[in-house]
């Protein structure tokens, strides 16, 4: 049974005969006479009958009338969902990202895509490594994905600017001002597991810097580091969009700086609702900052 053995069914029983059914589907009307009786044919009784006034159903037409006109609205519903997918008016989204960016950036652009596209679900799935990322990408997971800029990657990629990392806690020191390297090898660091993506930016930053963090507790969330560090119990390195506003006098720069570039990226072009989504996060003002304005000396994690 086929779609358009339906429509022709529901054709003729609309017009009123065969020859206005075969006008309005500018097809001839043996061509229809023969997709009617094949349709019969499969279903085992006849749907059709010549009356004194006209076409008229059988019994079994009758009962299959209803069902027929639902399945071809079932099917132009479909059609009409997909259509409204591929062309970026409805559907789900799936961007997959890490920890600290699904809280520290993406908030502000949920908003306003929700705004944009009410029903158009954006849908957030989170890795704490962007190396987890990565992978969950080569696999076919998620529709775009926002994290660090990936290794050797050969989809494409989209820039949106740097995220600056910041030392919150117990310095010694004025808030606000820089620290020196110095200051970093005496102090008692909150670390991160290594499953936890901001374990390399630490240890890249000691690594270049000179110096060896002293751990005094390790986390696996960046959240529990910046509250650890707000109690006293040590020095922890942030995303700065990860800080709460009221904390942000709190927090002190390394150096001119230590900053992580973000990109969005994926396995192939994306789909249009994908598409518009990165290009909705390269047009809002995001808390990152521009590869033009990054302090001389920055260093780039």
């Not at 993406?106 to 679900?121: C, G, I, K, M, Q």
């Not at 890795?127 to 696999?139: I, Q, Y």
Request: proline share 7%.
């Amino acid at each position: 049974m086929r779609l358009r053995q339906l429509e022709y069914f529901l054709a003729v029983w609309e017009s009123g005969s065969f020859s206005a059914a075969a006008a309005r589907l500018y097809v001839s009307q043996p061509s229809l006479s023969q997709q009617i009786r094949s349709l019969e044919k499969e279903l085992g009784a006849q749907l059709l009958e010549r009356g004194r006034h006209g076409l008229v159903l059988t019994p079994a037409g009758r009962v299959f009338l209803p069902r027929a006109e639902r399945v071809l609205q079932g099917a132009g519903e479909a059609a009409d969902a997909v259509r409204q997918v591929v062309e970026g008016r409805s559907g789900d989204v799936h961007v997959v990202t890490v920890r600290s960016i699904a809280s520290g950036i993406l908030p502000p652009s949920a908003v306003r895509w929700h705004s944009l596209f009410p029903t158009a679900v954006l849908r957030v799935h989170d890795f704490s490594h962007r190396r987890a990322l990565e992978e969950a990408v080569r696999n076919g997971q998620g529709d775009l994905a926002v994290g660090p800029r990936p290794e050797l990657w050969e989809g494409p990629v989209v820039s949106l600017g740097y995220e600056e990392m910041v030392l919150v806690g117990p310095m010694g020191r004025d808030t606000g001002s820089c620290v020196e390297p110095d200051e970093l090898a005496a102090a008692d660091w909150i670390l991160y597991e290594p499953e936890q993506g901001m374990s390399e930016i630490v240890d890249r930053t000691a690594t270049t810097l000179g110096f060896t963090p002293r751990a005094v507790a390790r986390t696996g969330q960046v959240t529990a580091a910046l509250l650890f560090a707000m109690e006293g119990l040590g020095v922890a390195l942030v995303p700065n969009n990860a800080v709460p506003g009221g904390w942000v006098q709190h927090t002190r720069r390394i150096g001119p700086g230590v900053y992580r570039e973000i990109v969005a990226y994926s396995r192939s072009a994306p789909t249009q609702l994908a598409e518009r989504f990165r290009d909705l996060l390269t047009s809002l003002e995001l808390p990152l900052t521009a590869p033009t304005e990054l302090p001389e000396g920055a260093l780039r994690c």
